[in-house]
C-alpha cells in the first residue's frame, strides 16, 4: 500500500489566499482543518477567508477586468494561458489526485485517472478560439454595416462543492477565461488543496494579477460573493437548496447565473434487458465515487414481475464491493467525505427501514473499519417511489429498487421526481431506448449504464439546475452578445 501519509503535503502557501496575481496574508487568525477522511486525523490547516479577504479579491478582480488588457484580448491570446493550465495539472496529477483521495475518499487509481482528464478540458476550450464565431457579420434593415459580436459577461464568481472541486472548478473557470471574464473562486472549506494547486500553477504560468482569484470560506463570504454588485454572473455547483437562494439572491439584482444542482436519476431497466448485467453496471458505477455523485443512478425502476430477481442480483453485485483505505490497491470503495454525511447517510437508511422498504444488503457502517467516515454498500427494495429515500438525495451508496406496473409506469415513476439530472434506460433495443430517453424530463440520458459526455454540454431539468457546463454550451453563459450597427464597414471585415 502506497504510504502517502507520510508525505509533506506538497502546498507551498496554505496560510494565504491567491488575491490579485499574490499570497496574501489573512485578515484574521481563523483556520480551517481538513480531516483525512479514511482515518478520521487532521491532513493539513489552512487560513480561512474572512470577509476583508473576500472584498479584496472581488475588487482584485473587478480591476482586472475594467482595468486590464485581459477582456479585450483576442481569445487565442487567452488561450495560451489555458493550454498553460492544462500543462500545469498533468505535471501535479498524482498530487491533485491525494488531495482528493485523502480529503473525499476516493479511491486513488480514480483520483489520478479523473484528474488527468481535466488538462483535456483546458485544452478543449482553447480549440474553440478558431471554430467559434466570435463576431459575425450581418445584413442590417437599416444601416450600412451589422455584425454580432461576443464579449465576456465580465467578473464571474465561481463556487463548487467537495466531491469533485477541480473538476467541477474547471467546467467554470476554463470557459469564463476563455470568454475574457475574471474569476473569484471559493473553494469548498472541506477539500481544497487541488484548488491551491490550481492558483499555485496560475502563478506559475504568469497569468495576469486578478484574473484569477482562490479564496476558501464558509457560508458568510459566500452569500458576500453572491450578493456583491461588482459581480456580474454566479456560477455554482451544489445543493438546490442553496441554489434556490442564490438564484433569489442573484434576481433580486439581474446577475446572471449558472446552477449544476442536485439529483435523483432513475435507472429504467426494460424488460428484455439481462437483469445480472444491469445490476453489475449499476453497482459499478455507484462505487466510483462511494454514492457521492449528484448525477448517480440510485433510483433502479423495474417491472415488479423481475423486482425480485433484480433486488437479489443488485444486492449480491452491490454488497460484494471491498470498502476499505481508498489507497490500498484492493479496495473498491472508500469512506464517505465527511462525518457529517455519513450521519446523513446513516439517518436516511434507518428512515427507509421505518418507512417500510426492505433491506437487501448493508445499512451500516463497516463492521471491520473503526475509523473512517464509512458506510456499507446498500440496497433497499420495495421502495415507495414517493417515499423520503426515493426523493431525497442521500449523497452516498444506496440504491433504491422501485417495482413498476409496466414500461409506461417506469417512465411515469422516472419523472416522478422534483430533480432531472441524470437518466439511464437499460434495453438490447436501440430505437426503444432513444423512444424512452426522449420521454424521460433529464439533462443527459444514457443507454445500459451511466453515461455523460461532458463535451457534449451537461446539466439538469426542473430543481436540477439552471443552464449547462461543458461544452460549446458551458461557454455561452460566460458571454453576453451585442449588436453592432455602423454606416460602414470596418477594417476587420474588410
Known amino acids: ?31 480551517i482543518d481538513i ?14 477567508t474572512g470577509p476583508e479577504d473576500m472584498d479584496a479579491a472581488i475588487t482584485a478582480a473587478r480591476n482586472a477586468f475594467d482595468r486590464s488588457p485581459w477582456s479585450t484580448l483576442e481569445p487565442a491570446e487567452r488561450a495560451v494561458y489555458l493550454r498553460k493550465f492544462a500543462d500545469g495539472i498533468r505535471a501535479r496529477a498524482q498530487e491533485v489526485g491525494t488531495f482528493w483521495t485523502r480529503q473525499a475518499g476516493v479511491i486513488f487509481p480514480i483520483a489520478v485517472g479523473a484528474t488527468g482528464r481535466v488538462p483535456a478540458l483546458f485544452d478543449y476550450y482553447a480549440d474553440l478560439t478558431t471554430t467559434y464565431p466570435w463576431a459575425k457579420q450581418d445584413s442590417p434593415e ?19 462543492p467537495w466531491n469533485t472541486p477541480l473538476s467541477l472548478a474547471a467546467y467554470k473557470i ?18 481544497l488543496g487541488e484548488l491551491y494547486i490550481l492558483a499555485e500553477i496560475a502563478e506559475e504560468i504568469g497569468l495576469p494579477p486578478g484574473v484569477l482569484n482562490v479564496v476558501n470560506g464558509y457560508r458568510q463570504v459566500s452569500e458576500q460573493l453572491v450578493a456583491d454588485p461588482r459581480i456580474d454572473k454566479i456560477a455554482f455547483t451544489g445543493s438546490s437548496a442553496v441554489g434556490r437562494q442564490i438564484a433569489t439572491t442573484c434576481g433580486a439584482r439581474l446577475a446572471r447565473y449558472t446552477l449544476e444542482l442536485g439529483g435523483k436519476s432513475a435507472a429504467v431497466i426494460l424488460d428484455d434487458y439481462d437483469l445480472a ?67 446523513s447517510v446513516l439517518g436516511y437508511i434507518q428512515t427507509a427501514k421505518d418507512e417500510g ?36 438525495e442521500l449523497f452516498g451508496p444506496v440504491l433504491s429498487v422501485i417495482p413498476a406496473e409496466n414500461e409506461e409506469h417506469a417512465i ?30 433529464s439533462g443527459t440520458v444514457g443507454h445500459n449504464g451511466f453515461k455523460t459526455d461532458t463535451r457534449m454540454g451537461y446539466g439538469g431539468f426542473k430543481q436540477s439546475g439552471v443552464g449547462r457546463e461543458g461544452g460549446l454550451q458551458g461557454l455561452l453563459p460566460y458571454l453576453e452578445t451585442k449588436t453592432v450597427l455602423l454606416d460602414g464597414t470596418p477594417t476587420p471585415f474588410q
Request: glycine fraction near 6%; proline fraction near 7%.
Open 142 to 160: 437599416f444601416a450600412a454595416f451589422g455584425a454580432v459580436v461576443n464579449e465576456p459577461v465580465g467578473v464571474v464568481g465561481a463556487i463548487v
Open 174 to 191: 476554463a470557459p469564463a477565461l476563455l470568454a475574457g471574464c475574471t474569476v473569484v473562486l471559493k473553494a469548498p472549506p472541506e477539500a
Open 1 to 31: 500500500m502506497l504510504d502517502v501519509r507520510a508525505t509533506p503535503i506538497p502546498l507551498k502557501h496554505p496560510d494565504r489566499f491567491y488575491i490579485n496575481g499574490e499570497w496574501r496574508l489573512p485578515s484574521t487568525s481563523a483556520t
Open 35 to 48: 480531516i483525512d477522511a479514511a482515518t478520521e486525523e487532521p491532513f493539513y490547516r489552512v487560513a480561512e
Open 357 to 392: 422498504a426492505t433491506l437487501v444488503t448493508g445499512g451500516n457502517r463497516p463492521a471491520h473499519l473503526d475509523r473512517g467516515w464509512f458506510v456499507e454498500p446498500t440496497v433497499f427494495s420495495n421502495v415507495d417511489n414517493s417515499s423520503t429515500i426515493a426523493q431525497e
Open 277 to 343: 448485467t444491469a445490476a453489475a453496471s449499476i453497482s459499478a458505477q455507484e462505487t466510483v465515487m462511494n454514492g457521492q455523485v449528484c448525477m448517480s443512478l440510485t433510483r433502479v425502476i423495474v417491472t415488479k414481475s423481475r423486482h425480485d430477481e433484480f433486488a437479489e442480483a443488485l444486492g449480491s453485485a452491490f454488497g460484494a464491493v471491498r470498502v476499505g483505505d481508498p489507497f490500498d490497491p484492493q479496495t473498491q470503495m472508500g469512506p464517505l467525505a465527511l462525518a457529517r454525511q455519513q450521519t
Open 412 to 441: 411515469e415513476l422516472a419523472n416522478d421526481t422534483r430533480y432531472g439530472l441524470n437518466a439511464a434506460v437499460f434495453t438490447n433495443d436501440v430505437d426503444r431506448a432513444y423512444q424512452v430517453a426522449r420521454r424521460l424530463r
